[in-house]
């Protein structure tokens, strides 16, 4: 299994930030995202340690009011 690999953040000439993950961690039976293509947030806290955290985009769900 592999839980951590050496990526990278760069940006590119038009100014948009990529991270790249690479191939062996992503084809991990137990990597979180499977789909081709989903949405996903990205956070850090200013100041503080050099780390970006990734989680899956989920749209907020409306509850009716009855």
Same mark, same amino acid.
């Given at each position: 299994?592999?839980?951590?690999?050496?990526?990278?953040?760069?940006?590119?000439?038009?100014?948009?930030?990529l991270i790249y993950? +690479?191939?062996?961690?992503?084809?991990?039976?137990?990597?979180?995202? #499977?789909?081709?293509?989903?949405?996903?947030? !990205?956070?850090?806290? +200013?100041?503080?340690?050099?780390?970006?955290?990734?989680?899956?985009? #989920?749209?907020?769900?409306?509850?009716?009011? !009855?």
């Amino acid at each position: 299994m592999v839980y951590e690999g050496k990526g990278r953040v760069f940006k590119r000439k038009d100014g948009k930030v990529l991270i790249y993950v +690479p191939k062996n961690m992503s084809d991990d039976s137990m990597f979180p995202f #499977k789909d081709d293509s989903i949405h996903v947030k !990205i956070r850090f806290t +200013p100041g503080g340690r050099k780390e970006l955290i990734v989680e899956e985009w #989920k749209e907020p769900t409306t509850s009716a009011h !009855i």
